[in-house]
């Protein structure tokens, strides 16, 4: 059953620069679990029922981190300090991998997102490989992941074998072509096996106004509710 969503506060204790992004650290009675999110009011002026989703990149006792872009604008409205209305825990946790799983995680643009997946799974006995179609800094990731870079659809193909579930966080025009190269790869492919993030504006995040309703091979789900991590196999339609 999902956990009932509640409004508190984050408070932005600092900020890191991480390249090209920058992490923000939130004491927050977050209650968040690898694959949910906050819905924060980041700025003031906006109306307060539209909210804008902060993934975590780092689930804490305490709170959370979160990646953003050095010119995304709500870095204008958050610095250390400050104090953000947040709801929280939203939308469906992932679950934990079983003990000692191989994950395999994919990313183009930034694999901020899947960290907490990661950890969850390092903490369990497992191992994690991420493979990214770009560099990343490498001080945002735990030493512990192996990393790949090149052609995701090549990866994919050549790691399948050895993973037992994938996260994924790209484009959706990479969803097909990293679907066929683990179909490819593996003699099956499982429900659930490969699951793919899709995270459209989710302005109440409580499946009442249908804004960030995804088609699936199961009709439109709200992926503020339902989502935001789908069955990769359900996306392909
Ligand atoms: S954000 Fe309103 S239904 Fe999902």
New binding site residues.
């Given amino acids: 059953m999902m956990q009932a969503m509640r409004q508190t506060i984050a408070h932005c204790q600092r900020i890191e620069l991480l390249g090209q992004r920058v992490r923000l650290h939130f004491e927050c009675v977050a209650a968040l679990a690898p694959g949910q999110f906050v819905l924060a009011r980041v700025a003031p002026a906006f109306d307060p029922y539209l909210r804008r989703s902060l993934f975590p990149s780092v689930i804490t006792p305490n709170g959370f981190a979160a990646d953003l872009a050095e010119d995304d604008p709500a870095l204008r409205f958050i610095a250390p300090g400050s104090d953000v209305d947040v709801l929280t825990p939203a939308g469906s946790p992932v679950g934990g991998p079983p003990a000692a799983s191989r994950l395999l995680l994919i990313a183009d643009q930034t694999p901020a997102v899947l960290l907490p997946v990661a950890a969850r799974a390092i903490e369990s006995g497992g191992s994690v490989t991420l493979l990214l179609a770009q560099p990343y800094p490498l001080d945002a990731l735990d030493p512990r992941l192996e990393i790949r870079v090149g052609s995701l659809p090549e990866l994919a193909a050549d790691f399948a074998p050895t993973a037992d579930l994938v996260f994924i966080h790209t484009a959706q025009s990479l969803h097909r072509p990293i679907a066929q190269a683990l179909a490819s790869a593996r003699p099956t492919v499982a429900a659930g096996f490969a699951r793919a993030l899709f995270a459209p504006p989710?302005?109440?995040?409580?499946?009442?106004?249908?804004?960030?309703?995804v088609r699936t091979a199961r009709g439109w789900k709200?992926?503020?509710?339902e989502g935001p991590f789908f069955n990769l196999a359900d996306l392909e339609t």
């Fill in positions: 989710m302005p109440c995040g409580t499946g009442a106004c249908g804004a960030c309703a709200p992926a503020c509710t």
